[in-house]
């Protein structure tokens, strides 16, 4: 084989086997993203004291979350949806939680109590993972889908960006922002 021959089947050699290699790192770099995702939705699914989390699973691929298992009613299943939806670097939720036990949609006011009492746990785990807003310093109140907020931040932006948190949560209907800015 002459000298070209050699060369060029070299280098279509090399280039082959640098594909390759680029293409596991990027399987690579996928599944490990898909992993961290995985366990932040476990996490937040567990740090939640109105869900039973060990009755809900979770399983990620290319960043859409498939959550499966049991909840009680329709409430804690959109609860589950809306706290893992708030993760940084979810595409998709897809969710197939089965609901065993719904006997509260017969009870309005009771639906409505849990609606805002699932409002308020989905705010405080926003609050949370906002490094912007100080999660331990805002009190959420939430009364048939108006959520107040009360207590210190630190600044006017904090106030607004808590504000908006709230405002693009699902089943709220009006916020009423009594959060105080206090300068350190």
Known sequence: MNTLAKTM????????????????ANDWKDQS??????????TVL???????SFDINTDVNQ????LSGKVA????????????EGIDGVQMVENELSVINDKSSTDSSLVGSMTDAKVTTVLKSRYMFESEVSAVDINIDTKEG???LN???????ESDLAEAIARKTDDVKRVVNNLEVVQS
């Open 9 to 24: 089947t070299a280098i279509s050699l090399s280039g082959a086997l640098l594909g390759a290699n680029h293409a596991l």
């Open 73 to 84: 009613n329709e409430v804690d299943k959109e609860l589950a949806e809306e706290l893992v």
């Open 63 to 66: 960043g859409t979350v498939i």
């Open 46 to 52: 567990l740090m939640n004291t109105n869900l039973n």
């Open 33 to 42: 993203h898909d992993a961290w995702l995985d366990g932040k939705a476990e």
């Open 146 to 148: 108006v959520v107040t």
């Open 151 to 157: 207590g210190q931040v630190a600044s006017a932006a």
